[in-house]
């Protein structure tokens, strides 16, 4: 089992920056692929980036230039930073990580005001 908890989300203005963290604990060695998907309302959850623990990334069109990804094996921890927000990035936050199969957190909640 893995457990994972956010942290950073927030009230921002458009254009603003918020950073992401979440901690994965329990069976951490068995996580491959770490990363954030994202809940808009009324919409599908939706993939915004990954990280492999080889540090190979990948964002969704929407954020690249904008979000960055990063993470430490060591601590077990992935962080997302996220530059020049828009009110489109408004979205329910979970952090994700792939084991033996997908593990989600609990979710962290970022607001961007036009």
């Known amino acids: 089992q893995v457990q994972l908890v956010e942290s950073g989300g927030g009230l921002v203005q458009a254009g603003g920056s918020l950073r992401l963290s979440c901690a994965a604990s329990g069976s951490t060695f068995s996580i491959s692929t770490m990363g954030w998907h994202r809940q808009a309302p009324g919409k599908q959850r939706e993939l915004v980036a990954t990280?492999?623990?080889?540090?190979?990334?990948y964002y969704t069109d929407s954020v690249k230039g904008r979000f960055t990804i990063s993470r430490d094996n060591a601590k077990n921890t992935v962080d997302l930073q996220m530059n020049n927000l828009k009110p489109e990035d408004t979205a329910v936050y979970y952090c994700?990580?792939?084991?033996?199969?997908?593990?989600w957190g609990q979710g962290t909640q970022v607001t961007v005001s036009s």
């Open positions: 994700y990580a792939l084991a033996y199969r997908p593990y």
């Open positions: 990280i492999t623990n080889r540090g190979t990334t």
